[in-house]
Nanobody, 120 residues
Framework: QVQLVESGGGLVQPGGSLRLSCTASGIIFSIYTMAWYRQAPGKQRELVAQITSGGSANYYADSVKGRFTISRDNAKNTMYLQMNSLKPEDTAVYYC?????????????WGQGTQVTVSS
């Protein structure tokens, strides 16, 4: 059974930091491209950042460039999102997603999400 479990969300003041984690089980984590998405109330889910199986970040949304850093530890089956200089507009539910190199054969998997609230 495949599971992606996010953690690390919470309430933080503007300008603060949080580190999200996404731990995978039931998949060979090291061969998957991984990504963080977020969905704010009343908005569509958007891609925030993506990292290749080898650990290269290959996408950041313009709104988070220079503030967020995506990384992974394949030995721990875990991906991270370090979020600095947080803004109220970063408030959203953050989801992790795995994508196999052969998506026609292996579906994407999603976590259940973790809430991030940036407010004073």
């Amino acid at each position: 059974q495949v599971q992606l479990v996010e953690s690390g969300g919470g309430l933080v003041q503007p300008g603060g930091s949080l580190r999200l984690s996404c731990t995978a089980s039931g998949i060979i984590f090291s061969i998957y491209t991984m990504a963080w998405y977020r969905q704010a109330p009343g908005k569509q889910r958007e891609l925030v950042a993506q990292i290749t199986s080898g650990g290269s970040a290959n996408y950041y949304a313009d709104s988070v460039k220079g503030r967020f850093t995506i990384s992974r530890d394949n030995a721990k089956n875990t991906m991270y999102l370090q979020m600095n200089s947080l803004k109220p507009e970063d408030t959203a539910v953050y989801y992790c997603k795995s994508t196999h190199w052969d998506p026609a054969r292996i579906p994407d998997y999603w976590g259940q999400g973790t809430q991030v609230t940036v407010s004073s």
